[in-house]
């Protein structure tokens, strides 16, 4: 099985590599064209399918309270996940039970006898979703829960009188949402859901990368589309997350308009807030400790070198990175590799994302410090459409 993984993962690379024009020898130019030709039958696929809910010949399911679906157009590193948990959390300390739907992506599937109950249990709805958290405590380990699920659950625990907030994960978000009211849901948080048109939201999020919006304006697998860009019209806001000024912002404000002219559009930037011990949640350090020191950066992340850029931007000097691919779950061979690496490379320290922090295994003995680096959402321009999107949603308009 791990050498069919990494034979898939290497795939995986060396398409990406293709799509980003990495490669440009004689087979790679003659697979782009296939690409392109999967990506223009895909693409009729999508629109064929958007036309059916359109036409109600395939018909949304309603859930019995407010439905906020958070999503992208295209496939990964738009900055989704802190955006999910910053809008749970506001929701939650305006006095409403938040539940966040997931499907768990790439997450370790039931047990075997579990899927064969389900399929001869006459119907499947009734079997219960996986709840990553409800609130109080986190339930799954994040190979059963998906890196991203259990990185909202451990973040968004009850503490110091702060409200919690439920995460569950199932292929079925309409069935996990059903099980989440049982519990006291009063508004569900689709994640990933803008293609999730099985379920009808009451506010479409739409999140978008303002340094790469539409990466080379493709469809899979020719590009990082999942769906045409026209379609950014199904939104209610649209969310410009990487932010920081310039004309480039403006250009993109004026296409996103001319495509949806009643959108609602607020700038935002991941902004590091500290570091975090990988094995020890109670050690925390100021973004100062990087300053000046030799660091090994190790992420399998979709877009590395944002995470790279804040390292060097914080004073750190790289002097060893590894990449993964995105959603690599890590072996403990590979994590020994890295820490000898860095040991060659004198590394001071070593750094990884929150997100591959829940992916590590067991660490190895006399390593340097192995931290992570927390990233917050930050609202800079459009506070005022972020506030009055909070109270639509607590009102239930």
Same mark, same amino acid.
């Given at each position: 099985?791990?050498?069919?993984?990494?034979?898939?993962?290497?795939?995986?690379?060396?398409?990406?590599?293709?799509?980003?024009?990495?490669?440009?020898?004689?087979?790679?130019?003659?697979?782009?064209?296939?690409?392109?030709?999967?990506?223009?039958?895909?693409?009729?696929?999508?629109?064929?399918?958007?036309?059916?809910?359109?036409?109600?010949?395939?018909?949304?399911?309603?859930?019995?309270?407010?439905?906020?679906?958070?999503?992208?157009?295209?496939?990964?590193?738009?900055?989704?996940?802190?955006?999910?948990?910053?809008?749970?959390?506001?929701?939650?300390?305006?006095?409403?039970?938040?539940?966040?739907?997931?499907?768990?992506?790439?997450?370790?599937?039931?047990?075997?006898?579990?899927?064969?109950?389900?399929?001869?249990?006459?119907?499947?709805?009734?079997?219960?979703?996986?709840?990553?958290?409800?609130?109080?405590?986190?339930?799954?380990?994040?190979?059963?829960?998906?890196?991203?699920?259990?990185?909202?659950?451990?973040?968004?625990?009850?503490?110091?009188?702060?409200?919690?907030?439920?995460?569950?994960?199932?292929?079925?978000?309409?069935?996990?949402?059903?099980?989440?009211?049982?519990?006291?849901?009063?508004?569900?948080?689709?994640?990933?859901?803008?293609?999730?048109?099985?379920?009808?939201?009451?506010?479409?999020?739409?999140?978008?990368?303002?340094?790469? #919006?539409?990466?080379?304006?493709?469809?899979? !697998?020719?590009?990082? /589309? $999942?769906?045409? =860009? %026209?379609? &950014?019209?199904?939104?209610?806001?649209?969310?410009?997350?990487?932010?920081?000024?310039?004309?480039?912002?403006?250009?993109?404000?004026?296409?996103?308009?001319?495509?949806?002219?009643?959108?609602?559009?607020?700038?935002?930037?991941?902004?590091?807030?500290?570091?975090?011990?990988?094995?020890?949640?109670?050690?925390?350090?100021?973004?100062?400790?990087?300053?000046?020191?030799?660091?090994?950066?190790?992420?399998?992340?979709?877009?590395?070198?944002?995470?790279?850029?804040?390292?060097?931007?914080?004073?750190?000097?790289?002097?060893?990175?590894?990449?993964?691919?995105?959603?690599?779950?890590?072996?403990?061979?590979?994590?020994?590799?890295?820490?000898?690496?860095?040991?060659?490379?004198?590394?001071?320290?070593?750094?990884?994302?929150?997100?591959?922090?829940?992916?590590? #295994?067991?660490?190895?003995?006399?390593?340097? !410090?192995?931290?992570? /680096? $927390?990233?917050? =959402? %930050?609202? &800079?321009?459009?506070?005022?459409?972020?506030?009055?999107?909070?109270?639509?949603?607590?009102?239930?308009?």
């Amino acid at each position: 099985m791990l050498i069919i993984r990494d034979s898939l993962e290497k795939l995986e690379q060396y398409v990406i590599e293709i799509i980003n024009g990495e490669r440009r020898h004689g087979f790679a130019r003659i697979f782009r064209y296939f690409l392109f030709f999967l990506s223009r039958l895909y693409r009729n696929a999508v629109q064929f399918r958007l036309s059916l809910y359109n036409s109600s010949i395939l018909r949304q399911r309603v859930l019995g309270c407010f439905v906020v679906s958070v999503g992208n157009l295209t496939t990964g590193g738009t900055g989704k996940t802190p955006l999910v948990e910053l809008l749970a959390r506001n929701l939650a300390e305006r006095g409403k039970k938040v539940a966040i739907l997931s499907r768990g992506y790439r997450s370790k599937p039931r047990p075997l006898w579990q899927r064969i109950k389900s399929l001869f249990s006459g119907n499947p709805e009734l079997v219960p979703p996986r709840f990553v958290s409800d609130g109080e405590r986190v339930l799954l380990d994040s190979a059963r829960a998906g890196d991203e699920p259990y990185m909202l659950a451990r973040n968004l625990l009850s503490r110091n009188g702060r409200p919690g907030v439920m995460v569950v994960v199932d292929k079925n978000r309409y069935k996990g949402g059903t099980f989440a009211t049982r519990k006291g849901a009063d508004i569900m948080i689709l994640d990933d859901g803008f293609q999730h048109l099985k379920l009808r939201p009451w506010t479409n999020i739409l999140v978008i990368d303002s340094t790469n #919006p539409f990466h080379n304006h493709e469809m899979l !697998p020719c590009g990082m /589309l $999942r769906e045409p =860009i %026209k379609n &950014l019209r199904r939104a209610d806001y649209i969310f410009l997350t990487k932010s920081n000024g310039g004309d480039h912002l403006r250009h993109l404000r004026r296409f996103l308009k001319s495509h949806n002219s009643q959108a609602k559009i607020i700038e935002c930037n991941h902004v590091p807030c500290y570091l975090e011990q990988v094995d020890d949640a109670e050690k925390t350090y100021a973004l100062a400790t990087l300053k000046g020191k030799r660091v090994a950066a190790l992420s399998a992340i979709a877009v590395p070198e944002s995470f790279e850029g804040y390292l060097e931007d914080l004073g750190a000097e790289l002097v060893y990175r590894k990449r993964f691919v995105d959603h690599h779950r890590y072996r403990s061979a590979e994590l020994v590799e890295f820490c000898r690496k860095a040991a060659e490379n004198q590394a001071e320290l070593l750094l990884t994302t929150e997100k591959d922090a829940v992916r590590l #295994p067991q660490l190895p003995a006399d390593i340097p !410090p192995f931290l992570f /680096l $927390r990233v917050e =959402i %930050k609202i &800079l321009k459009g506070q005022e459409h972020f506030e009055n999107c909070l109270s639509q949603i607590c009102l239930g308009r």
